[in-house]
């Protein structure tokens, strides 16, 4: 009579995929409603970095972010006002279905503006 002894090894790993590595249709590219100040226009998704603005006249914003994970967007937003003064926050882009995020942010401190945090659910127009 033989013995066999079976031994298994469990490896874990955190990786940082860009989405479009992961074979996912998910793009911000389009229009966007949730901001009740700002119309949104996301222009460059390359599935790893992603930049989109809003401009409602009195001031510009512009989001600039990357890809940390398949669900997040880590972003920076920066904000122009008419006198061209800028002051930017952090935040994120939580991906909850192909037509609804969660948009977060930092609280505005600067050129003026201080605001709290701000939580926005954007769907695609």
Same mark, same amino acid.
């Given at each position: 009579?033989?013995?066999? $002894?079976?031994? #298994?090894? &469990? +490896?874990?790993?955190? $990786? &940082?995929? =860009?989405?479009?590595? #992961? *074979?996912?249709?998910?793009?911000?590219? %389009?229009?966007?409603?949730? /901001?009740?100040?700002? =119309? +949104?226009?996301?222009?460059?998704?390359? *599935?790893?970095?992603?930049? *989109? /603005?809003?401009?409602? %006249?009195?001031?510009?914003?512009?989001?600039? *972010? &990357?890809?940390? %994970?398949?669900?997040?967007?880590?972003? @920076? @937003?920066?904000?122009?006002? =008419?006198?061209r003064c800028s002051t930017t926050v952090r935040g994120y882009i939580q991906i909850l279905?192909?037509?609804?995020?969660?948009y977060w942010q930092n609280g505005w401190n600067g050129c003026g503006v201080r605001t709290? =945090?701000?939580?926005?659910?954007? &769907?695609?127009?």
């Amino acid at each position: 009579m033989k013995r066999f $002894v079976l031994s #298994l090894i &469990t +490896i874990t790993a955190t $990786v &940082t995929i =860009p989405s479009a590595m #992961l *074979g996912q249709s998910f793009s911000m590219i %389009g229009s966007w409603q949730g /901001s009740g100040d700002c =119309p +949104i226009e996301f222009y460059r998704d390359n *599935g790893s970095y992603v930049e *989109g /603005s809003c401009d409602n %006249g009195a001031f510009n914003h512009i989001i600039r *972010g &990357t890809y940390a %994970g398949s669900n997040r967007i880590n972003i @920076t @937003t920066e904000r122009i006002d =008419p006198q061209r003064c800028s002051t930017t926050v952090r935040g994120y882009i939580q991906i909850l279905s192909n037509n609804r995020v969660k948009y977060w942010q930092n609280g505005w401190n600067g050129c003026g503006v201080r605001t709290p =945090p701000a939580t926005q659910y954007w &769907t695609r127009s």
